[in-house]
């Protein structure tokens, strides 16, 4: 059965979506990263060391096109391989210090931003919204 408010809510979403994206790029721009370089700093800062599959995987690219970025990444001295321990075969990826600097500074952007998206919420609205983005995610 169709959804009532499909229509406008996909306008929404697609809305949203633009202004999150339009945001995201000008607030990377100024670091001197493309937005993919940010996005591999921001997904090792939250889950410390990873696999260069279960990065790819995360970021939804190939370990091919990883590679190039984690390259990149390591050059400017931001991201680091080392063997794992566990499995031999595989290398896992991590952020250096200067790597951790630069996710807690884009974090606290974030923090900003989710601020002001929800200043004009109340609490009970705020937290609707943070179940419904529980909902989507774990079903997208």
Same mark, same amino acid.
């Given at each position: 059965?169709?959804?009532?408010?499909?229509?406008?809510?996909?306008?929404?979403? @697609? /809305?949203?979506? /633009?202004? *999150?994206?339009?945001? $995201?790029?000008?607030? @990377?721009?100024?670091?001197?990263?493309?937005?993919? #370089?940010?996005? @591999?700093? $921001?997904?090792?800062?939250?889950?410390?060391?990873? !696999?260069?599959?279960?990065?790819? #995987?995360?970021?939804?690219?190939?370990?091919?096109?990883?590679? @190039?970025?984690?390259? &990149? *990444?390591? #050059?400017?001295?931001?991201?680091?391989?080392?063997p794992n321990d566990t499995d031999r075969r595989s290398i896992l990826v991590e952020l250096t210090e200067?790597? !951790?600097? !630069?996710? *807690?500074?884009?974090? &606290?952007?974030?923090?900003? =931003?989710?601020?002001?998206?929800?200043?004009? *919420?109340?609490? $009970? $609205?705020?937290?609707?919204?943070?179940?419904? =983005?529980? &909902?989507?995610?774990?079903?997208?």
């Open positions: 059965m169709p959804h009532e408010h499909g229509p406008e809510l996909a306008q929404l979403i @697609v /809305e949203f979506y /633009e202004k *999150l994206s339009s945001w $995201e790029h000008g607030v @990377v721009r100024g670091t001197g990263l493309t937005p993919t #370089q940010m996005h @591999v700093i $921001e997904i090792l800062g939250a889950h410390q060391a990873l !696999r260069m599959k279960e990065l790819s #995987q995360r970021m939804g690219v190939t370990t091919g096109t990883l590679t @190039v970025v984690a390259d &990149k *990444l390591e #050059q400017r001295g931001l991201l680091r391989r080392r200067e790597g !951790r600097k !630069r996710f *807690l500074e884009h974090d &606290k952007l974030h923090a900003d =931003l989710t601020r002001d998206i929800i200043a004009d *919420l109340s609490p $009970e $609205e705020s937290a609707c919204f943070a179940t419904c =983005l529980r &909902k989507v995610n774990k079903s997208f």
